[in-house]
């Protein structure tokens, strides 16, 4: 396993993605990278080795955000799965899904994305492609409650 190539992996790769809030209001960032080049998301990334999945969260979201967070929560586990025309695993992530709340500083864009910016929900959902991040902050908002 040579656990180094993201494209074509030898094996899923373990990755947190980030509902960081602000009041009524989560971060989202513009991926500048593959998979889901130039899409809104919320902030997150590949769990390095010795890291919590917490550790990860905090982490990524300095790296793609430059904010500091407070994770509070994981909210769910979502598998990622990006095949390529002959149907083999271009991508594929396990996610652990975490909820966090803001602590300090602004968001500016950083590495892997190309915009950063605070959204309510609904206009989340204007902006967001893939339904399962919007069900995602959707079960966060309700976790709150």
Do not use: C
């Not at 989202?28 to 010795?50: D, H, N």
């Not at 994770?71 to 598998?79: F, G, H």
């Not at 799965?81 to 083999?88: S, W, Y």
Request: hydrophobic share 45%; glycine share 6%.
């Amino acid at each position: 396993m040579s656990g180094s190539a993201r494209e074509y992996p030898d094996r899923p790769w373990v990755g947190v993605g980030v509902v960081v809030w602000q009041d009524d209001k989560v971060l989202l960032v513009r991926r500048a990278k593959p998979p889901r080049l130039g899409e809104w998301s919320i902030p997150g990334g590949a769990q390095s080795l010795g890291e919590t999945v917490f550790e990860a969260a905090i982490r990524e979201v300095h790296e793609e955000a430059g904010i500091d967070i407070r994770p509070t929560a994981i909210i769910t586990v979502v598998d990622s799965v990006i095949r390529d025309a002959g149907n083999r695993a271009q991508y594929h992530y396990t996610l652990v899904e975490i909820s966090a709340e803001w602590v300090a500083d602004e968001p500016v864009a950083g590495d892997d994305v190309d915009a950063v910016r605070w959204a309510t929900p609904d206009e989340a959902a204007t902006l967001i492609k893939w339904d399962e991040t919007l069900r995602i902050i959707a079960e966060a908002a309700r976790m709150r409650t």
